[in-house]
């Protein structure tokens, strides 16, 4: 089926400080981390980190970036001796993918430590390589036993606080890391290519916010080079390369990566773009998006060009993974009786009930880069989610869902729950027929965390269609609320190997659990 879019070992700690203690290293200044300068003149370098993505049982892909035409040769290894390791050929870097590149990994041993180094050779010299840089992940189990915990959040370097060097950056990327998850889900806003970043910003209480800036985030992006830019902001931060050195990632995309509240076909009316076809805006942050991240179904070799997939991490979990930008309708009030196109577009939905069908596993998280029961607005009259105010039966964008909800039931899908980011605050909704408009679906949960490195917001309205009960909210009380006045949010997930039970915990940055629910496996609803 084709899915185009409408734009063109050892104990884990243990191990995981002494190939992270080599990675921090690499992240130093060349003249502090590099052999002498007359030696290793003229060779490559991976200034930018390593990372893994789509980490399975088996697979995997790792990324890099150089700073020249390069041959990418990635080693792995039990150890982070690597005594005994297997290599790998990958490609030939160059300005074609703005030197980045991205290697797969297969055949690798289920549940275990994988510790990997990336060097960059001369592509005429293969004598020449620069330093190797250092990384682990941890496979998926094979087993149901072994249990499986990851991380979740989005929104990074929005609304104007970027790279604050006067705070130690995003220092709540190595509060992450310390937790040890064994993956992370980014559920979208990667990057704000519509946002500037100025040097300094005033806060209300007269303290001064400073920013890490650079030439491609001083306008808005429209070309390819200022997409790139874009995505090299964030690997200017020390504590984001040490947590993809250690954290293997799940990406996914939302609007921010383009540029606010966009959709398919839409001709811009802001003074701020000289290109006013959001089509090219999409395309050129598309391609930038494939080349920043190590991402399965963008991958040259074997991906068929979407962001929407299943990654499958073990027994307990299938992460379905959702594109709600690329197929979407325009925004509009929402009121229409009849919406086939929606926010997934047919085939997306075709495909995630066929994948939800075939699921096998324990719990099924539904990855979606926008809430379904939270109203969220653009403009005066249209609405940008699911949800659009309306109390009653589904109309416009709903339909889908609804569609979906009654597709879950009726098929007595098992273990299903909701993860998103987007709104910038953190809370859990429990949505329930009794209490809905709408009542031909099982109970789930839906858990909103983030941002991660942007302007908070207060909290929205909820639309009672699908019933939703919020049990739990964080929120700041006035938009745009700095990092500095307020803390950012992620939220965990621990899935229990012997019982199968399923926690979820909403966290603030500073170590502190908001709110802690406890899901029960085998169940259509909860």
Known sequence: MSYRSRIPSPDRRTVLGGSLAAAAALSLPVAVTAAPAFALSGRPRAGWGVQVGDVTASSALVWVRSDRPARMIVETSATESFRRSRTWHGPLVGAGTDFTGTTPLYGLPAGEQVHYRVTLADPDDPRRTGEPVYGTFRTAPARRRDGVRFLWSGDIAGQGWGINPDIGGYRVYDEMRRLDPDFFLCSGDNIYADGVIEPSVTLPDGR???NITTEEKAKVAETLAEYRGNFRYNLLDDNLKRFNAQVPSIIQWDDHEVRNNWYPGQILDDARYTEKNVDVLAAHSMRAFREYF????????SGDGRVHRVVRHGPLLDVFVLDMRSFRNANSPGRQPDDTTGILGAEQLRWLERELSRSSAVWKVIAADMPLGLVVTDGAT???????????APLGRELQIAELLRFIKHHRITGTLWLTAD????????????????????????????PLAAGGFPANALDSTFGPDQVFVRAPDRANVSPMESPQFFGEVDIDGGNGELTVRLRAQGGSVLFTKVLQPGRVGQ
């Open 208 to 210: 001064i916010w400073r």
């Open 294 to 301: 190590p991402v399965s179904t963008l991958h040259e070799s």
């Open 382 to 392: 249209d609405f940008e989610a699911v949800a659009q105010g309306d109390p009653g």
């Open 423 to 450: 709104v910038h605050y953190t809370s859990a909704q429990h949505y329930a027929p009794e209490r809905a408009a709408f009542k031909d679906f099982a109970p789930f949960w839906e858990f909103v965390s983030g």
